[in-house]
């Protein structure tokens, strides 16, 4: 662990649960307690319990602060309502993805922009610098909250027997401000996972006490805590993209698959527009390559970076692979020729280490939860 390494509020526990830790994005987390693949199980059938304090906080706040959050990020900040979030996407002028967001509107002049943790700084800067000449104020949160989450079929019912806030009320992509185990949170009911679940965003002094809480209250329902191996592991199964991945500064929304995010109609100007239209353009008349999930017929893994094949020709690129406790076979997200990337399309492959293993070509996800 270099000295630079960050840790959360959670390190000892974590250690004292034999977790395995890992370097991500400059902090020492935890990657699995014991088995990934039954981390990923309790999480699907029961409900897992994760630190995810790493992610970056940064609140907006002033007269002017929808304003300048509809000039910085592509998404529609002005229609998100009080104590609602949405999932957008901040780009650069030339279109190209600098993160993946949620934003959450905590009050009529205040929001929390929240950042993967690899990017977080990047974010800062880039919403600091796109501040000027709006009357708000941008604030570097991110060491003012620790973030759990509680995620699987089971944590509605666990989190109930610690709050006497509103859960059945509070939609997906809402959170409200409640008590949980004596603990002041902002509870929102967001996830990456692909199951429902809950983040709670506390002070990091209260991490541990809720921690212990949530864990002795999830017991009987059969919760664990889990890693970050499991988290992308879920996260793939559900076709979540992954910042660094699926997602990067050469792409555009309309590359990735994901130019809903971009609203044009809203008022004003926004960094990136110019581009983003002509990607837009661009991806309607003829998309390049297309994001798919690809099903393995063998048992070997794909893995980042791998190239997708048919006919002897490179028709593409994995971002993402792992084997899928799930499913039972290996899977991936890839970017491929829009002339392979039909669901069904036969003759696909991925070369691993020379040899041209048979996928399937699958819409993504490849798993969604049972309403």
Known sequence: MSPATRLTALDALH????????????????????????????????????????MGEITVSGPDAVKLLDHA???????????RARYTMICQEDGGILDDLIVYRLGEQEYMVVANAGNAQVVLDALTARAAGFDA????????????AVQGPESSGILKSLTDADLDGLKYYAGLPGTVAGVQALIARTGYTGEDGFELFV????AEKLWQA??????????VPCGLSCRDTLRLEAGMPLYGHELTTALTPFDAGLGRVVKFEKEGDFVGRTSLEAAAEHA??????????????????????????????????????????TLGRPIAIAYVDAAHAEPGTSGVGVDIRGTHEPYEVVALPFYKRQK
Request: no cysteine; net charge neutral.
């Open 15 to 54: 250690r004292s649960l034999g977790a395995t830790m890992t370097d991500f994005a400059g902090w020492d987390m935890p990657l699995r307690y014991g088995s990934e693949r039954d981390e990923h199980i309790a999480v699907r059938t029961r409900a897992g319990l994760f630190d995810l304090s790493h």
């Open 73 to 83: 990020l592509v998404g529609n900040i002005g229609t998100v309502g009080n104590g």
């Open 137 to 148: 104020v941008v604030r570097d949160d991110r060491d003012a909250y620790a973030l759990l």
């Open 203 to 206: 002070a990091p002094s209260d």
């Open 214 to 223: 949530l864990t002795v209250a999830g017991a009987p329902a059969g919760l």
């Open 284 to 325: 309607a008349a003829a998309p390049p390559r297309k994001l798919v999930g690809l099903i393995a017929e063998g048992r070997r893994v794909p893995r980042a970076g791998y190239r997708v094949v048919a006919d002897g020709q490179v028709v593409g690129e994995v971002t993402s692979g792992a084997p899928s406790p």
